[in-house]
């Protein structure tokens, strides 16, 4: 089925499986029932974008490559017209270009707000992006006089070139920087997936701070109910206006009304004139308040229930029916399909499990060598070196359709995972996290989606870049054709260009020795030293000590940490005979025993209570 030169079924085809599949991404993360549809639309449209670019540019490279075609040659099965692609491109980049900066950040500052109705939502979120669009209207002015006047951008159509060249730049760098980071990070994780020791390490590290910033959080959801609760028993018959605007606020945080949140001793600040602004404030406060206790307290669930299901494993290594049984889940009736999915579930997690994630890491790491030496070597013409130009160029000259486009799919598949990845780790003072369960807020699911929609023309570009033909000599795509050759920023010069991609060193590097790779640990360095990981002991203890709902009583591992307790031992034994005797005359020796003692002390209730069974939940 073609029509003016495109297969419409292919092409149509591609659209819906990939809607879909951005539909389940975008609902793994945010909630659909919860959160405003206004935010579920926007998400899922700002997050097709960056995804369809994987397919629409090997797409555009075979189409554009069976229209230079001077022969006999074959059509592909996916081949689109000149005149679709151009639409396409010019949608998904201007559609993006004004998510990115109208859109999201109108609608960040409205779900943010603690205003009352649409109008003064609207309102406040206009005010609150004015702030912004001010500043980047005087310095766009600045640089329009600068341009015109020295640069001789005299046309539109210079000046939309010189704008889009300068936005791509930005992208690009976070490109390059993304992608650096991922390249490395992205094997050693996949690597350390299948040791299940240093994973729970890992997780009883991150556990005391997980517990303590799930605590803090609890503490200032409850003093703002109790702030409202107050407010809510204050006469208000004087002002009707603001008694509505009170009901309001205890309709929007009905909790607030249980007596548990009373203050009868009147400690709270709450001041004697309520005000309309002050309602506001507590309402933003709130919103915000509420946010934070449910992804802190989604943190802590998902550690815990990880730390669970890894020590669910240690106990299942040793089943001789082969059969998995987790505490994490209640048990069922064995039918035969229940005792089939058991065991092959013990397979894959006992026996297959950290075999298929060390092969996956080996290949992805050798696919990261061969991105990182086309990055930088991708200026380099004649003769082409990079490895992704010379693969693509391959194909290119036997007309192989096929083999393009599967090659640009993979590559272009890889560079999404290792930027997309990166940025899902960003945080940024912690108000913006991408927590898997339907656990992210909105207005993290929002900024994600911006960044989303800034790097996708830029990761295409700097595909482009890769295949060695984005730099001269005739466009091959019309991605190209539409972009322009988008040269960085012009007035830096051919230096600048040649040395930008050294930039993706600097987060490769970074990563790359951060921890060390494929289990070059110094755990068993520092065991053997007798050096007790204190983190580790305090975190297991209260992984320990969580209530959940387990059905299986399951004792925490002792082979999963090594030889940490007879270390224990050996530094409670150290620090009372060195600093034992100087407890009565030294007070920093003494508190640093004491401390140490303590330590061991907790290591000790952590060992009785793994030979104990679970608190019931």
Sequence with gaps: MTMEGTSWLAFVLTITMLLVLVCFSVSHYG????????????????????????????????????????????????????????????????????????TIPMMQAYVNTGEFNVVSKLRTALRVNLKFYSIYVVVG??????????????????????????????????????????????????????????RLEELCKKAPRAKEECMDSELEYDELA??????????????????????????????????????????????????????????????????????????WNNLLHEAFYLQDIETNRSNSDRRFRSSLRPSVEGTFWSNMLLRAEWWWVIVFRSRVYRALAVFAAIFSV????????????????????????????????????????????????????????????????????????????????????KMMAPLCYN???????????????????????????????NVFIDWFPVVILIPALAAFFQSHWFGMSSTDGDEEHGDLNVDVAEGLQLIVQAPANRTIDAPVPRAALGNSWPCAQRVWHLHVKVHGGACARHAGQRTRCCYWIGRCISWCAVESLTTRARPAS
């Design 463 to 493: 595909y482009i870049n890769l295949l060695g033909s984005a730099n001269g000599g005739e466009d091959d795509t019309v991605f190209s054709k539409f972009m322009g050759k988008a040269n960085l920023v012009p007035f830096l010069g």
């Design 31 to 102: 909630n659909f029932r919860k959160q405003p549809w206004y935010v579920s639309v926007t998400c899922i449209l700002g997050w097709f974008f960056p995804f369809w670019i994987v397919l629409l540019l090997p797409m555009d490279m075979a189409s554009m490559l069976y229209d230079k075609c001077e022969g006999g040659c074959r059509e592909p099965l996916t081949h689109v017209s000149a005149t679709t692609l151009y639409v396409a491109w010019r949608t998904i980049y201007w559609t993006s270009f004004c998510l990115t900066w109208f």
């Design 370 to 453: 061969c991105m990182l030496w086309s990055e930088l070597t991708f200026n380099i013409q004649s003769p082409l070196v990079s490895i992704v130009g010379l693969t693509v160029r391959a194909y290119s000259q036997e007309y192989n359709y096929a083999g393009v486009e599967i090659v640009s799919f993979f590559i272009l598949a890889w560079m999404c995972i290792s930027v997309y990845t990166s940025l899902f780790k960003v945080r940024f003072f912690n108000l913006y996290l991408l927590i898997p369960h339907h656990h992210t807020d909105p207005n993290s699911l929002l900024w994600f989606t911006s960044y989303m929609c």
């Design 141 to 198: 002015l600045i640089g329009l006089v600068y341009l015109v006047f020295k640069g001789g951008y005299t046309t539109w159509a210079k000046l939309q070139s010189f704008v889009m060249a300068m936005a791509n730049s930005w992208g690009l760098f976070l490109v390059i920087m993304f992608m650096g980071y991922g390249c490395v990070a992205v094997p050693r994780e996949l690597w350390f997936s299948g040791m299940l020791k240093h």
């Design 226 to 299: 109790k702030t409202i609760n107050t407010i809510s028993h204050r006469p208000l018959r004087h002002d009707p206006h603001l008694h509505r605007l009170v009901d309001q606020t205890v309709a929007r945080f009905p909790f607030a009304r249980n007596p548990t949140y009373a203050d009868p001793d009147h400690t709270l600040p709450v001041p004697s004139q309520i005000t309309e602004e002050y309602l506001v404030d507590v309402n933003r406060r709130m919103i915000w308040a509420e946010r934070n206790k449910e992804r802190k307290s989604a943190l």
